[in-house]
């Protein structure tokens, strides 16, 4: 094999930055699509130059793609994915991967033993900025880490939610602020402070006439020591970026969005400090760069040619998830979770 052939599954509005990012990634060529709804399919293959199959089925039974990219509704992913795998297809499904825990080990399971790579969509692991933090904090310019805090008050229109009947529903969508729109944020401050051991949460819906939370709140005790906090809401207007700060007795660093606001630590930073993010989706889900979409796909890409090491597999994919779920179930028990049980 000399090209990935893609076909992207799901032609709603993520679809579109798959595709653009399909097309700057080299050595990939998208050749196919497939939506439960055919009109949709139809107009999305036709703007895109595309196959439109009639069923998923047939898709995976073609030998024309290589590889899958799922871009269905969050309930789908994880049966979806299962499919294409024993297909001999490989895999690259938006978040979240899973809606259950249980999910997710089935879905790894899958991955282990099919022959092929998976991988979540977690863009914002493949950001400079988030690779700089980590660099800092790999070499102890923080010091130890003290503390925390992940930042996500967002605004989501009612018109958002009846954009599409599975939004804000437990079967379809899994969760609210952190399941849909936070869990990036969740992986990216899981990424960088470690593993947590306990976490209490609340979870709740305000002013959304929809099943699931629109506001959470989570405090967390890591196993390091550092504790920290996650806010997680769709109903902040305006909206704000997302910040993620870390904290530790010699240096913190501020992050929002992909942009590095604050550098106060002893070693250089390689990036500019103190330049407000482009691209906020605060209000505009899609708002978002393309720029980690791209990065992702041209490591997903490089991992089925050349065994290039995959930096979101389906493991990894599994840790936010533990954190989303436990503040739900703290927030449902009043109690706290034990986050060291939840882990494989």
Same mark, same amino acid.
């Given at each position: 094999?000399?090209?990935?052939?893609?076909? $992207?599954?799901?032609?709603?509005?993520?679809?579109?930055?798959?595709?653009?990012?399909?097309?700057?990634?080299?050595?990939?060529?998208?050749?196919?699509?497939?939506?439960?709804?055919?009109?949709?399919? &139809?107009?999305?293959?036709?703007?895109?130059? &595309?196959?439109? #199959?009639? @069923?998923?089925?047939?898709?995976?039974?073609?030998?024309?793609?290589?590889?899958?990219?799922?871009?269905?509704?969050?309930?789908?992913?994880?049966?979806?994915?299962?499919?294409?795998?024993?297909?001999?297809?490989?895999?690259?499904?938006?978040?979240?991967?899973?809606?259950?825990?249980?999910?997710?080990?089935?879905?790894?399971?899958?991955?282990?033993?099919?022959?092929?790579?998976?991988?979540?969509?977690?863009?914002? =692991?493949?950001?400079?900025?988030?690779?700089?933090?980590? =660099?800092?904090?790999?070499?102890?310019?923080?010091?130890?880490?003290?503390?925390?805090?992940?930042?996500?008050?967002?605004?989501?229109?009612?018109?958002?939610?009846?954009?599409?009947?599975?939004?804000?529903?437990?079967?379809?969508?899994?969760?609210?602020?952190?399941?849909?729109?936070?869990?990036?944020?969740?992986?990216?401050?899981?990424?960088?402070?470690?593993?947590?051991?306990?976490?209490?949460?609340?979870?709740?819906?305000?002013?959304?006439?929809?099943?699931?939370?629109?506001?959470?709140?989570?405090?967390?005790?890591?196993?390091?020591?550092? $504790?920290? @906090?996650?806010?997680?809401?769709?109903?902040?207007?305006?909206?704000?970026?997302? =910040?993620?700060? $870390?904290?530790?007795?010699?240096?913190?660093?501020?992050?929002?969005?992909?942009?590095?606001?604050?550098?106060?630590?002893?070693?250089?930073?390689?990036?500019?400090?103190?330049?407000?993010?482009?691209?906020?989706?605060?209000?505009?889900?899609?708002?978002?760069?393309?720029?980690?979409?791209?990065?992702? #796909?041209?490591? #997903?890409?490089?991992?089925?040619?050349?065994?290039?090491?995959? &930096?979101?597999?389906?493991?990894?994919?599994?840790?936010?998830?533990?954190?989303? &779920?436990?503040?739900?179930?703290?927030?449902? @028990?009043?109690?706290?979770?034990?986050?060291?049980?939840? =882990?494989?």
């Amino acid at each position: 094999m000399t090209k990935v052939r893609y076909a $992207i599954i799901g032609c709603g509005g993520i679809a579109a930055k798959h595709a653009l990012a399909i097309r700057e990634t080299p050595d990939a060529e998208l050749v196919a699509c497939c939506d439960q709804v055919r009109d949709s399919a &139809l107009r999305f293959a036709e703007a895109n130059k &595309l196959h439109a #199959f009639d @069923t998923y089925e047939e898709l995976l039974a073609s030998d024309t793609v290589d590889a899958v990219s799922l871009c269905t509704p969050s309930g789908l992913h994880t049966p979806q994915a299962i499919q294409a795998i024993e297909a001999g297809k490989h895999v690259l499904l938006e978040k979240p991967m899973s809606l259950t825990l249980e999910e997710a080990d089935r879905l790894i399971e899958a991955a282990d033993k099919g022959g092929v790579k998976v991988g979540v969509i977690s863009q914002y =692991r493949f950001s400079p900025a988030v690779a700089e933090i980590r =660099r800092a904090i790999e070499a102890g310019a923080l010091g130890r880490i003290t503390s925390g805090s992940l930042q996500m008050k967002y605004w989501r229109s009612k018109e958002y939610y009846a954009s599409g009947a599975w939004r804000g529903t437990w079967a379809l969508d899994g969760g609210g602020a952190l399941m849909n729109q936070g869990i990036h944020g969740v992986d990216i401050f899981r990424y960088l402070m470690g593993a947590p051991k306990t976490l209490t949460g609340y979870a709740r819906t305000q002013i959304h006439d929809i099943e699931v939370e629109d506001s959470a709140v989570a405090i967390i005790e890591f196993e390091g020591g550092a $504790i920290g @906090t996650i806010e997680g809401s769709t109903a902040c207007y305006p909206g704000y970026p997302r =910040r993620v700060e $870390i904290c530790g007795d010699k240096g913190s660093i501020v992050l929002e969005e992909d942009a590095i606001l604050k550098w106060d630590v002893d070693i250089p930073c390689q990036l500019p400090v103190g330049k407000p993010a482009d691209n906020v989706a605060s209000s505009d889900p899609m708002a978002i760069s393309n720029a980690g979409h791209v990065r992702h #796909f041209a490591n #997903f890409t490089n991992a089925i040619l050349h065994n290039e090491p995959l &930096l979101a597999d389906a493991r990894t994919g599994r840790l936010p998830l533990e954190i989303i &779920l436990s503040v739900y179930k703290s927030s449902q @028990t009043g109690r706290p979770v034990d986050m060291e049980a939840l =882990r494989i």
